[in-house]
């Protein structure tokens, strides 16, 4: 394991961020636009904890701020999904083409 | 007794308070109010006038304002001069105050007459005791103000009301002449005060422009209050005010304070001869200029006014020509005589209920009183001899002749011509004749307003002995004996002078009798000769239409002009940039969409942006 | 003089009202204006106490608090920090102004009594506005200046938007983006004088010549120094206002509440000529002896066209808001002539004009409330059915077109005699501006009060006690100023001297 160069962890981070990116920015549906954020969170999460390990000075607190991440973004997507709920009660629909409520 | 001269404005200011608060309660309380401090406060200058006579001379300072290292002063000082001010100032404010008792019984506002009558005593009083030129501003302006509330007493005329304004904004063009060259005095002798000032001019501490400025500035200022030709339209329509007003202000006291600012500033005059002949020349323009206005005027008021005017243009020319004593002597004789003549004229319009001399004539047997008063007066002013503006008069032509002005000689001799005319014109349309009025019962006055003018008319008829050349020139040799840097050089009678006067005079008498008396002579045969002359006199000149049609024509175009800018220039750029920044708005809006996800992607494109841009430039701008 | 709690009680004793008046329900309404009004007497009485004790004689700043405040930078990582002080001092010169704002604050609350509506609320502004205008006479310290500076803008703009006439929304936006513009530039200001000097300390940076300062730094250069000058000015101009920046306090005069405009007028425009003062010309006194002419020609064209264009009005308040615009020219004129009578005529007429334009504001709302209009040309003769009215309008006029004997002639007079030593020739085209302040106040006051009375008005009523009493109080300051005027000035010569030492002159 410790051979990896580091650069590895971070090309796999870019690629789950882009991803998320895409996805956030471009799919309709705002079920997959959430799990896209989760994915770029990840991301992140990655190399925070890749940091910690191979950074210039390595230290425990990446993994710390990697796991208060997870937690927040835990409670993110749970907020999210209920605001989801919500507008698909009242709108009847899931579609972000749809939610254009901040130009009015 | 000198260095309580302080006190002699205090009475009145006193007045002034007590009636600002209580005189509407008190009614004729408050005319014995306003009376008797009057009178306490003529007592004290009578005391102050004998004591300077002796010899006394006061002069009280204290510290009023510091600018920086400067220090102005206010206090008070005592010389011949403001000594004979003070007193004649008081008095004739103690007679009109006791005749306004009678007078104004019947008005529901007396209280606050007598506030404001009591308020310009004060200011005239302490005017004329200021020892500096910053302290006498104040109290010039004061009396300007008592002046403008009294004419506009009758607030609820339209005409009072126009008078009013019309008076405080004319001499208020004066006033801001007088305090430019003020200001300019300051600077060049350090000091208001009157005595540095002179100490400054006397050292040739000034140079002569400046002097010749600052005392043309200050004439102007003169020329305000004194209602000299050109700021003169202001005097005769202050006649709107009640007639004590007119008698008080407009004729005996401030108005003459224009002259009394010329005399007391004289070393200044003695420094510029182009400001002498300056003021001679618009003095002795005035008198000829108002006294033929004078003739032809239908309201008693208003002739007296023209009247007034043209006597100050008298004086004025008396000083412009060196004659000092000259002009303060006149400046005295008319204050009686000018004052009796407008009481007099009060109790004739108080009898009859008009101003208008045609609707009066035939009073002479039914004002048994103030016929003769009126008729002494007239006789004082005309300078029928051996009355007091005989002598006066006497003395600014021997005044005008020995400075070699033969012009303003020949054109005071017309103007003492057209007054005599003037004056039984008007005396022998109110009494002679028939009665022309429609009021059925005409009483005399009541004794309130007779005293005063039987103490006025004694006045008038002997007040010219103070100075004559027959029994001895007391004034003169007064104010020489204290102020003879002033130069004074009375050359005494000239014999020729005083006969030519007095023919001239006795022949204006004499027309009037023939026309308005006797009518041998119709009323008609002059002014039917030249019709658009008696026009343009009785238009005065069209000066008042001409100041309408030019200055304050200009004035309120220019506003207008200047609201249409303001409202369409100024606050135009603003409504265009309201209306630029609102259209620039209108085309970014069209960017929100409102799709987070199109937000999002902008983010993401401007951060790419960013990133290329410092990757290129490499790192931060540079 | 060294109690440090002082002027910081001083400043916030408004406060003690609002938490009074916050407990309080909202529908009684004359206990709430009771205690909206007597909280301003508490203010009033400490200032008074300050003016009492301050001493004149003392050159130094007094009742002094200096507390560090604000840290910029980690002294562990930069070794130095800079602090911000909230710092507090008064001058001669801000003693007055505080003392004006205690007294016109507490007539304003006074007047206060025709507001109907959401009284409440409306004391807790106006408290909250006193406040902040303490707080700017009282700083000595710029950010603090303008924490105080913006404290006065909230308030302002919700009196006006919410307590105001017709176009009230209008005119408050106007005020607030005229406002915020000109606090944004005086921010941009602070900030660069701030990053140059590392103090944002007033009497500091007054104390500091910028061009000994190492050529490294742009405030060594004059151009920058001009620059910067001129960012302060137009932040000043502003509020003064200065033409052609004025078109904001037209509105809001015409629109805001009668009180407000009163504090409006009275005080909140003071500040303008406060900065202009205690900035423009403590900081860059050679800088701003270059502008002089310049300021003077803008001060000549501020009173004449004021002036020119007060004559022409139809609406009384406007007229009066010219009036306003007309008498803040001779505030920078007195300023441009750079010596100390121009100064102290300019110091005299900010507070001489406060006094004034607030009592006549003051009547104005008198007769508004029972006439129902400011229009010229439906009132006159008013003088018939409320002489008492008339008489203390009339004074005010007289008082406001410089009559002797009252406060504004000594402010126009030294004003007028400082001009004259440096610029003569502005200084006589100037004095045209007193015979048309003459004009127009007298047009419009006698308009209202001279003439034959309108059916309307025959019967209604005169002042009642509570409105004569604050007329009563300002007449009186107004005289005793014009009487005596060596009650301001004894206390002012040392703060103008510090003034005019930088300059020279």
Not at chain 2, 113 to 130: D, K, N, R
Not at chain 3, 391 to 401: E, I, N, R, V, W
Request: aromatic share 14%.
């Amino acid at each position: 394991m410790n051979d990896l160069p580091l650069s590895l962890f971070l090309v796999l981070a870019l690629v789950l961020f882009c991803v998320g990116l895409y996805g956030a920015l471009s799919k309709r549906n705002a079920v997959i636009v959430l799990i896209s954020i989760e994915l770029m969170l990840n991301a992140v999460n990655l190399n925070l904890v890749a940091f910690s390990k191979y950074g210039v000075i390595p230290s425990i607190k990446g993994q710390v701020f990697a796991l208060f991440t997870i937690t927040v973004a835990a409670a993110e997507a749970a907020v999210g999904l209920a605001i989801l709920f919500a507008l698909y009660r009242t709108r009847g629909t899931v579609n972000v083409d749809d939610m254009d409520d901040l130009k009015n | 007794m000198v260095d309580y001269a302080w006190l002699v404005p205090l009475f009145p200011l006193l007045s002034f308070v007590i009636l600002l608060f209580f005189g509407q309660r008190w009614r004729s309380g408050a005319a014995y109010t306003g009376v008797i401090l009057t009178f306490l406060s003529f007592v004290v200058a009578v005391t102050v006038l004998i004591d300077q006579i002796g010899g006394s001379t006061a002069a009280v300072t204290f510290d009023w304002l510091r600018i920086g290292d400067t220090v102005l002063s206010m206090g008070f000082a005592v010389q011949p001069l403001n000594a004979l001010m003070l007193a004649l100032v008081a008095f004739v404010s103690f007679l009109v105050q006791l005749y306004s008792k009678g007078y104004m019984a019947e008005d529901p506002r007396i209280g606050i007459f007598f506030a404001y009558l009591g308020l310009f005593t004060f200011s005239m009083l302490a005017l004329v005791i200021s020892p500096n030129l910053l302290q006498f501003y104040i109290f010039w302006e004061l009396v300007g103000v008592c002046s403008f509330l009294l004419i506009g007493f009758y607030y609820y005329k339209e005409e009072a009301k126009a008078a009013a304004k019309k008076a405080f904004i004319v001499t208020r063009i004066g006033d801001v002449a007088l305090f430019i060259g003020m200001i300019l005095l300051f600077w060049q002798a350090g000091s208001f005060a009157f005595a540095d000032i002179f100490e400054a001019v006397e050292a040739g501490n000034i140079a002569p422009g400046m002097v010749t400025l600052t005392a043309i500035l200050i004439f102007v200022g003169a020329v305000g209050k004194s209602g000299q030709f050109p700021l003169h339209t202001w005097l005769p329509d202050a006649m709107e005010g009640p007639t004590p007003v007119s008698a008080l202000i407009h004729a005996a006291t401030m108005v003459a304070a224009g002259v009394y600012l010329v005399a007391l500033m004289y070393p200044l005059y003695l420094a510029s001869s182009a400001a002498m002949l300056t003021v001679a020349i618009v003095g002795g323009f005035t008198a000829i200029f108002a006294a033929s206005i004078g003739l032809v005027q239908r309201d008693v008021k208003r002739v007296l006014a023209y009247s007034t005017v043209s006597q100050l243009g008298y004086m004025m020319l008396a000083l412009g020509v060196g004659g000092y004593v000259a002009g303060v002597f006149h400046l005295m004789t008319h204050a009686f005589f000018k004052a009796l003549l407008f009481l007099a004229a009060g109790s004739v319009i108080h009898a009859v209920n008009t101003q208008d001399i045609e609707k009066m004539g035939g009073l002479w047997k039914k004002l048994r009183f103030t016929g003769p008063l009126f008729l002494a007066g007239a006789l004082a002013i005309s300078g029928f001899p051996l009355l007091s503006g005989f002598f006066s008069k006497d003395e600014i032509f021997v005044a005008t002749l020995g400075a070699g002005r033969w012009i303003l000689f020949a054109i005071a001799l017309i103007a003492a011509f057209f007054t005599a005319f003037y004056m039984f014109r008007l005396f022998f349309l109110i009494f002679q004749g028939e009665a022309r009025h429609e009021e059925k019962d005409v009483y005399e006055s009541p004794g309130s307003m007779l005293v005063p003018m039987i103490v006025l008319g004694v006045c008038a008829v002997l007040g010219g002995y103070v100075n004559t050349a027959w029994f001895g020139t007391f004034l003169a040799d007064w104010f020489g004996s204290s102020t003879n840097s002033l130069g004074i050089d009375e050359s005494g009678g000239s014999p020729g002078v005083t006969i030519i006067a007095t023919v001239v005079v006795l022949g204006g008498i004499y027309l009037a009798w023939l026309i308005y008396g006797k009518r041998a002579i119709s009323r008609e045969w002059l002014s039917g000769r030249v019709p658009w002359v008696h026009k343009v006199l009785y238009r005065k000149y069209y000066v008042d239409e001409g100041y309408h049609h030019t200055i304050v024509w200009f004035t309120s175009g220019f506003s207008r002009f200047l609201g249409f800018f303001d409202r369409f220039f100024v606050n135009g750029l603003v409504e265009l940039s309201a209306v630029l920044v609102r259209a620039v708005g209108g085309m970014v809006r069209r960017l929100q969409s409102g799709q987070v996800q199109t937000y999002g992607t902008v983010v993401l494109i401007g951060f790419v942006v960013v990133i290329l841009i410092m990757a290129v430039t490499g790192g931060y701008f540079q | 003089m060294s109690d440090p709690y002082f002027l910081s009680i001083l400043i916030f004793s408004p406060l003690v009202g609002m938490i009074v008046l916050a407990f309080m329900p909202k529908d009684v309404k004359a206990p709430l204006r009771t205690v909206g009004f007597l909280a301003t007497l508490l203010p009033l009485i400490l200032a008074l106490i300050a003016f009492v004790r301050f001493n004149a004689d003392m050159g130094e700043l007094q009742f002094v608090t200096s507390v560090p405040w604000i840290e910029i930078g980690d002294p562990e990582v930069t070794n130095s920090s800079l602090y911000i002080y909230y710092a507090l001092g008064v001058d001669g010169l801000s003693l007055l102004l505080i003392l004006l704002t205690t007294i016109i604050t507490a007539l304003a609350a006074a007047a206060s009594v025709k507001i109907q509506k959401e009284i409440k609320g409306y004391y807790l502004l106006f408290l909250l506005l006193e406040v902040g205008m303490l707080g700017v006479f009282a700083s000595q310290n710029l950010l603090l200046f303008f924490v105080f500076f913006e404290m006065t803008l909230v308030p302002t703009y919700f009196l006006i938007a919410k307590w105001g006439y017709r176009e009230r929304e209008k005119a408050a936006n106007m005020f607030l983006i005229y406002n915020g513009l000109g606090s944004a530039v005086m921010l941009i200001a602070f900030i660069v004088l701030f990053t140059q000097t590392g103090t944002m300390n007033i009497e500091k940076l007054q104390a500091i010549d910028f061009s000994r300062l190492p050529s490294t730094v742009p405030l060594a250069h004059s151009a920058f120094r001009y620059g910067l000058l001129f960012a302060l000015i137009v932040a000043f101009a502003v509020k003064l206002p200065i033409f052609p920046l004025h078109s904001w306090m037209l509105r809001v005069h015409a629109e805001a509440p009668v009180p407000t405009v009163m504090i409006h007028s009275g005080i909140l425009l003071k500040i303008g000529a406060y900065g202009l003062i205690r900035f423009c010309m403590g900081f860059f006194p050679e800088a701003f002896a270059d502008f002089a002419y310049g300021l003077a020609i803008l001060g000549l064209i501020n009173l004449l066209y004021g002036a020119f264009i007060a004559f022409r009005q139809s609406d009384f308040k406007l007229v009066l808001a010219y009036s306003s615009v007309s008498h803040m020219g001779i505030v920078l004129l007195g300023l441009a002539a750079l010596n100390t009578a121009g100064i102290q005529g300019a110091v005299f007429q900010v507070i001489s004009h406060g006094m004034i334009s607030a009592m006549l504001f003051f009547m104005v709302g008198v007769f508004y409330e029972r006439t129902h209009t400011t229009e010229l040309r439906n009132i006159s003769g008013l003088a018939k059915s409320m002489p008492r009215t008339s008489g203390l309008l009339l004074a005010a006029g007289l008082a406001s077109l410089g009559l002797p004997g009252m406060s504004g002639f000594i402010s126009e007079f030294m004003a007028f005699l400082g001009l004259f030593e440096r610029l003569p020739v502005l200084a006589a085209i100037g004095t045209l501006g007193i015979i048309v302040t003459a004009v127009y106040v007298l047009r419009a006051v006698m308009k209202i009060t001279f003439g034959k009375t309108k059916e309307e008005h025959q019967s209604v009523a005169d002042l009642r006690l509570v409105e004569l009493l604050p007329a009563a109080v300002m007449i009186g300051v107004i005289i005793l100023i014009g009487v005596y005027p060596a009650v301001l000035a004894d206390s002012l010569h040392l703060a103008i001297d510090s003034v005019l030492v930088g300059i020279g002159g």
